[in-house]
């Protein structure tokens, strides 16, 4: 190759690499950066449990997967060690297929199983620490392929298994399958081809006799997780066919470049930068069809719930509506009740169901979103009891790190200090909750008082408990309100769900009663939707109903419900799509023809 | 694997390789020459010490009682002695760790005395020193082995779990089966005949549900719920023959509390008792124990296996009623040669007499004493803190509180050990959430000793460990059946359906 050519080869090299990176970076921070924030969420990193992860198969993948997770808080650090990960594993790559192929092909090769990991990171079951693993397997390779003396490379290569399996669990048999195949095609002369044979056999056995050796003398697993270890997959019963294609991907790749090498056959260079900016094409577009959008927008809800960034939750539901679960329209629910404005936006937000509270659901971090309205409202052992409910019903049983958080906090409120003492150790060994958890432990043990060093949340939340005991039922949410605002004549977000309550269920009693406490709230502008229940209500009764006479009615609205009225009578009972086009987002809309959902 | 905490990785390690890993990185105390300490600062006070020690009565085959100072300190010198023996430690941290091998040597030559364990504690450059902690070593050995099963102290559901075996001499724990063996499967109800591991079961739920039972060095699984009862059978108690297992059928309910430290409560919506004969795999009952006007449950056979002990209850209406559902101990007559269960029912303990409920009766070894838990209503009493543990003297007719076993938290599941003066029971006492097991003596005329803590090897071990020792029960012998022999037995086949037998 010329100076020129071998110019234009790294040149090509790098803009294909650069292309792909960039695009790995743009397709996770546009289509699903807030999955990758929540995976942080998902599990505690503990670092005083460095040696208990490494006396484990897998263990360092383990290990190094949680270290780096926790950067997912930010959604910055998220795309960075994604993408940080991915340009490393093509590096590798490319430094393994130069060996088997020409360097013409070798970037083409190295693309596609970093595209196939970037790609598994989709799938929610999918642990970081595979990525990990799958990164230490192609290290071990490089450093097999670059020894060339044959009964040290064999030791090596036995000591790599082992070294790999312990480590990198599964990940074991890219490599063993990718020396095995490496050794095959080797156009080493200096061994023969027995030797190599023998090489490659004893590998890809010992890949398989030291899991089930070991699983006899050292630990008890199911057979799939001694196998595979628990740095892949959540669920430990089950073996996806995509990790399957992934962790054999190389030895796949190696085996076809390999061939193409002693068959001669050769692409001319600009094919393959064609080939490759092909397949980057299709890697973006595989991509945005396996990403789930719905989870994407469920997720930001979530994340934001847990930054407590209402008002941004209240924008976004406006501007985006809300996606079709429960899970987003509790957290909206939730931020808007926060910010007092649920009596107000409720009917302006599309797709906003009125669920306030979600049972207990065995479902990932759902009974996480469930805690949320419990916590805020007061109803701290409810809070705490979704959030233990959480740690037991993530598929993998690891800590979800903002559990153990609210676990702590209500145990704070409660003045549990024994118990807060327990799950703030947790948080203390992380990197960005051990300063909030360290700062709580020392104040404990300094025997402070609690409101000296309980934030102003947490104070706020301890004034809002409920002073007399009942039994938690989520289908009866209003008892509980009832109690809170017993207790606690100033709980706001009591006093909107409450209302809200009512008027979606129709009780006017009830609504009109409690406005006997409205005052107390200090609202700035009277709520809308008083406003046009009272206006509705007006035309129920003849008779004076004193307690209205807090809720002001605005102009406007009085104006729209003479328009409602008008078209109503002209025959808009018939005509639901008309009234929904003209009055979708009122109350009186709600009234008589349901929720407007779409 | 999938949870961090120190010792449950070490349960799924087997025993000696994981230990030895430990050992090798972890900081041992050692002996040392004694510092100077002639010109300590007395305190005159016990020494701030977790766990606590002082007054407890420890059998001399029990595993080292390490333990960390609770002030802060830079050094500790810790002198243990007794009238035969003495040994002196030196630590450069707060945690007192004493090696195995001195310390089974030393208590030993210590039984039927006193220990005296005299801290010494360095900050700056001076040395304090604290009265000494006292306990008393009987002769009387505990059972070699303590078997539990780790559950974090959820609310309704559970997630990772595991039953193990640990020596009680030592700090070896080895693993029964876990939901690494099993995912997705609750084990639980583990039960042995005489404390001994030749016939045990186990309760297992959800995936590969069943009864796994091992008798006559036979492991099978069965299926305990049949068109005769509205469940599966669980709470079961072996007769002394081996050859029946008394269970109750239960269907449970919680409730929540929206305030204070009691988080929940269970309820008995229904329960009933049969008896399962192994052989035949055949449930029978009669109706004393399946009353469709009362609640039966939690039985229990005297060691001679001619009576059967179990609470129960007038039914009512739930959860309405809950806090008038107080459970009277009572017993029946049992032929285990006819199989046949007794007409008359005994009513040892009366409700309404006590003003209380009571619930899991366990009758002790000689047949002397029954143990049981009182609670304000109900029969589960691992939610009460009220629940308290007393002592039914069969002679005498008299019921006495265990004073020295009780806090102002839940005592409850308590076990005899095979020689009937050790008692293991989990207590809430420590923080009100997780169930810890303690062990206390008995003596010859059923008064107690005060408990201690099951020792742990890291004195720091209950700090961060997120699990509840649930169903403690002392074994006299060593499990020796492997998880995957369970496993495969569970998951093999759904499991024989055991037969309700009508004539009784």
Known sequence: MTKMGVYFYKVQIFVVAGLFIITTGLLFGIFHIEQLVYREQLQLFQDNNFLEKLIVPGGLSIFAGEFFLQFFKLHIGALFVTVFFVTIIIIFLFRIFSFVTNKNTAIFFSLLPAAGYALLLLDRFFYFSGLVAFLLSIIGIDIYIREKRGWRKFILGLLLVVFTYWFAGGAVFTFSFSVFLLEIVSADSRSSFRGKLFFGVSYIVLSFLLPALLRNILFYENVLQSFVSEAFYRIPVFLPVELILALLSVPLLIFIAAFFESANISFPQRMVYFLSLFMIILFGGIFYCLNNTNEERIRKLDNLVFNKKWNEIAIHARKQGVPDSKEASVAVNLSLAKEGRLTTDFFKIQGLQPVFVIPYERKGMTPFMASEPYYYLGLNNF???????????????????????????????????????????????????????????????????????????????????????????????????????????????????????????????????????????????????????????????????????????????????????????????????????????????????????? | MRVYRHALVMKRVNGTIALSLVIAISFFGCKE??????????????????????????????????????????????????????????????????????????????????????????????????????????????????????????????????????????????????????????????????????????????????????????????????????????????????????????????????????????LDMKSDMVIYNVDRNEFFTSSVLSSPNAYEAFPCFSPDGERLYFVSSPSGKLPEEQEEMKYSLCSVSFDEYKGIIGNDVDTIISARTLGKSVSLPRVSPDGKYIMLTTLDYGNFPAYNPEADLYIYDLTKRELVELKAFNSDNVESWHSWSSNGHWVVFSSRRRDGLFMDAWIGYVDEKGAPQKPFLLPQKDPDFYDSFLFSFNVPEFLNEPFEISPYQIANVATKSKGQQAEFENSH
């Open chain 2, 33 to 266: 020459g004694k510092p100077d300490l002639s010109n300590a600062f007395e305190t005159g006070i016990l020494p701030k010490v977790f766990p606590e020690y002082d007054g407890v009565t420890v059998p001399w085959n029990i595993a080292p009682l390490n333990f960390k100072y609770l002030d802060s300190c830079r050094y500790l010198y810790v002198n243990v002695s007794s009238s035969y023996s003495e040994m002196d430690y030196f630590f450069d941290s707060n945690k007192v760790k004493f090696s195995e091998k001195d310390w089974t040597n030393f208590l030993s030559n210590s039984r039927e005395d006193s220990v005296f364990i005299t801290v010494y504690s360095r900050n700056g450059s001076k040395w304090t020193k604290h009265n000494p902690i006292r306990f008393y070593v009987s002769e009387h050995r505990i059972d070699k082995l303590l078997l539990y099963r780790r559950i974090m102290p959820g609310y309704q559901t559970w997630n990772t779990m595991g039953v193990y075996q640990r020596e009680l001499s030592s700090f070896k724990e080895k693993l029964i089966l876990d939901s690494e063996v099993m995912p997705g499967t609750c084990m639980n109800c583990h039960n042995f005949r005489d404390n001994k591991a030749d016939s045990w079961m186990l309760h297992l739920r959800e995936n590969y549900g069943g009864t796994i039972i091992f008798s006559d060095g036979d492991l099978k699984k069965i299926q305990t719920k049949t068109d005769h009862t509205f469940g599966s059978a669980g709470f079961p108690a072996w007769h002394p023959s081996g050859n029946y297992i008394a269970f109750s059928v239960n269907q449970v309910t919680q409730i929540f509390h929206a305030i204070g430290d009691v988080r929940a409560h269970a």
């Open chain 1, 383 to 598: 809070a705490r009891m979704m959030a233990m409910e959480t740690l037991e019903s993530t598929v993998d049983a690891k800590l979800p790190v903002r559990a153990v958080k609210r676990i702590s906090e209500t145990f704070l409120i409660s003045g549990n200090d024994k118990l807060a003492q327990k799950y703030l150790g947790l948080l203390s060994e992380t990197m960005f909750y051990s300063t909030w958890s360290k700062r709580h432990l020392s104040q404990i043990r300094g025997n402070e008082s609690k409101t000296e060093f309980l934030s102003q949340e947490l104070n706020e939340i301890r004034s809002r408990l409920p002073d007399e005991d009942f039994y938690y039922n989520e289908k009866h949410f209003e008892v509980a309100l009832l109690y809170l605002l017993r207790a606690n004549k100033h709980n706001r977000m009591a006093y909107e769900y409450l209302m809200m309550h009512y008027l979606l269920n129709k009780n006017f009693d009830s609504f009109i009663n409690f406005l006997s406490i409205y005052s107390l709230f200090k609202y700035e502008e009277t709520p809308l939707i008083f406003q046009e229940a009272k206006a509705y209500i007006q035309t129920l009764t003849s008779d004076d109903v004193p307690l209205l006479d807090v809720v002001n009615i605005s102009k406007n609205v009085e104006e729209k419900f003479n328009m409602y009225i008008s078209e109503f009578r002209k025959g808009g009972n018939k005509r639901p799509e008309r009234m929904k086009d003209l009055f979708g987002d009122t109350y009186w809309y709600y009234l008589h023809f349901g929720r407007n959902d779409s």
